[in-house]
C-alpha cells in the first residue's frame, strides 16, 4: 500500500510540474529591478530595447543604463551607456531618452540641466555603432537650447514617418512643439511656410510626448499631472496629420490605488508578433519619495473603430513575446 501511494504521490507531482510548465511566462512588473522612469521602449538587433531615465536625486541623475531582452521576460542590464561625462555642456541632470537607427547609427535624444531662459541646456543628440553603447556626444552642444512657445526643451520623441521624414516632438511647462529633424540629425528643417517650431499642444498636456501611426492616423499620447503626484496619468488624441489638430479622447493609463500610482511617461512598442505594449513608469503603493519610481508594460489593445482601450495597471506584467 505503502508503495501505490508512494507511485501515486510521484505521479501526481509529475503532472502538477508539467501544467506548471506549460503555463506562460510573465514578465511580471516592475520589468527589472531599480528606480527607472521616462521609459522609451524600441526594437533594435532582433532585441526588444528599454532606455530609461535614472530616477534619481536630480543632481545624481547623470548618466543612463539600458535594457535588453529577447523575450519581455528576462531582461539584461546594460549600464552607463550614455554619461554627462561625454556630454561637457551637460552639467545637471539628463532624462528621457528618445533612440532611433538610421543608416547604421544609433542616435540617443536626450533632456539636460533643466534649462530656463538664458541657460545653456535643452535637447541633446549622441551617437553610436551599437544600442547599448557608448555613445558620444554628436554636437558638442544642445540641438534646441532656447525655449519657444513657452515649451521647456524636454521629453523629446523622434517620431519617422511613412514619407521619411523625422519630427521630433518635445515641451515640459504645458506646451508642446514639434520641428523637423535634418537627415543627419545635426540642425532642425523649416517647414513649408519657413518656421521652424510649430505648437501642438492639446488640452490637459504638460509633458511627455509620444507618437505612433497605425492604419493611417496619426495617435499622440502625453502625459497629464505631475510626476511625482498620485494624478499622473497619460492622454492620448487621434488626427489625420502630424501636426494635428489633437482633440483629447481620454485617458489610456491611470494610477490604480490597488497595484500603483504615479503611472505615466510612457512609451509604445509593437512585437514582431504584432502585439502592443505600453511600458511606462509607476511608483509602488509602499513608496512615497517622488523618485521611487519603477518601470513597467501592460499589452495595450485598440477598439474596432481604432480608439484606444484604457490599460490595465498589473503586477503580473504581460506574457513571453520571444523574438524568433
Known amino acids: 500500500m505503502k508503495k ?50 535614472a530616477s534619481l536625486p536630480f543632481d545624481d541623475q547623470t548618466y543612463f543604463d539600458c535594457f535588453s531582452s529577447k523575450d519581455l521576460v528576462e531582461w539584461t542590464k546594460h549600464e552607463k551607456v550614455l554619461t554627462n561625462d561625454s556630454i561637457q555642456w551637460a552639467k545637471r541632470a539628463m532624462w528621457a531618452p528618445s533612440v532611433v537607427y538610421k543608416d547604421g547609427k544609433y542616435y540617443f535624444f536626450f533632456g539636460a540641466n533643466d534649462v530656463h531662459k538664458g541657460e545653456i541646456g535643452g535637447i541633446g543628440v549622441a551617437v553610436a555603432d551599437k544600442p547599448d553603447g557608448p555613445y558620444q556626444d554628436l554636437l558638442g552642444k544642445p540641438l534646441v537650447n532656447e525655449i519657444v512657445n513657452g515649451a521647456q526643451p524636454i521629453d523629446q520623441f523622434v517620431f519617422l514617418d511613412d514619407d521619411g521624414s523625422y519630427y521630433m516632438y518635445y515641451g515640459g511647462w504645458g506646451h508642446c512643439n514639434v520641428v523637423k529633424l535634418a537627415n543627419d540629425f545635426k540642425s532642425l528643417e523649416p517647414f513649408e511656410d519657413g518656421s521652424y517650431y510649430r505648437e501642438v499642444t492639446p488640452k490637459n498636456y504638460v509633458e511627455g510626448p509620444f507618437m505612433l501611426k497605425k492604419d493611417g492616423k496619426y495617435y499622440f499620447m502625453w502625459s497629464e499631472g505631475g510626476w511625482t503626484t498620485s494624478n499622473y496619468c497619460v492622454a492620448y488624441a487621434i488626427s489625420n496629420s502630424p501636426f494635428g489638430p489633437f482633440e483629447r479622447i481620454g485617458k ?28 511606462y513608469h509607476r511608483r509602488p503603493l509602499t513608496e512615497k519619495d517622488g523618485n521611487s519610481r519603477a518601470t513597467c508594460i501592460e499589452e495595450m489593445f485598440f477598439n474596432a473603430d481604432g480608439t484606444i482601450k484604457p490599460v490595465r495597471l498589473t503586477f503580473e506584467g504581460v506574457d513571453a513575446d520571444p523574438v524568433k
Do not use: C
Open 4 to 53: 501505490r501511494l508512494l507511485l501515486v504521490g510521484f505521479i501526481i507531482a509529475a503532472l502538477v510540474s508539467t501544467v506548471r510548465s506549460e503555463e506562460p511566462q510573465k514578465s511580471g512588473n516592475p520589468l527589472f529591478p531599480g528606480w527607472y522612469a521616462d521609459p522609451e521602449a524600441a526594437f533594435f538587433d532582433n532585441h526588444y530595447w528599454i532606455f530609461p531615465t
Open 252 to 279: 489610456i493609463i491611470e494610477p490604480d490605488p490597488k497595484v500603483g500610482m504615479g503611472a505615466g511617461h510612457h512609451s509604445v512598442l509593437q512585437s514582431p508578433s504584432g502585439k502592443w505594449y505600453a511600458v
